[in-house]
């Protein structure tokens, strides 16, 4: 029998209390070369730093007019206005046109 000061593991058989499992742990030691997840990070900031120059891809500035503005095109005027400026040619002639045809074709929607 049992003596009563000794822990009782088993009864009829069937375990009452769950061994300790001990949890292995292993060091990892740090790679001899990066991986491959660190060199594209890597790639990717040094491609970053080369174009932190040029925001715009199309090498255009926020503050530069606009294209009306810069050929002297009135963007306020009437449909008859502007087809007189588009008469003028060139690139002037060109957005006056433009222009006009777009301020037709949304009056005729109202």
């Known amino acids: ?19 300790k499992t001990k949890t292995i742990t292993v060091k990892k030691r740090p790679p001899e070369e990066p991986s491959l997840r660190d ?12 174009r932190m120059s040029e925001n715009f891809i199309d090498g255009r500035n926020p503050e530069d ?16 206005k ?15 046109h433009w222009m006009a045809n777009m301020k037709a074709g949304k009056a005729k929607n109202k």
Not at 39 to 50: D, N, P
Not at 66 to 79: C, E, F, L, M, Q
Request: charged share 35%.
């Open 1 to 19: 029998m049992v003596n009563d000061k000794e822990q009782v593991n088993e009864l009829l058989g069937f375990a009452r209390t769950r061994p």
């Open 65 to 80: 007019k606009g294209d009306s503005k810069r050929h002297g095109v009135p963007t306020k005027a009437s449909v008859s």
């Open 39 to 50: 060199k594209v990070i890597a790639r990717r900031k040094e491609f970053a730093k080369q």
């Open 82 to 96: 502007l087809r007189k400026v588009a008469k003028q040619g060139g690139r002037k002639g060109q957005l006056a």
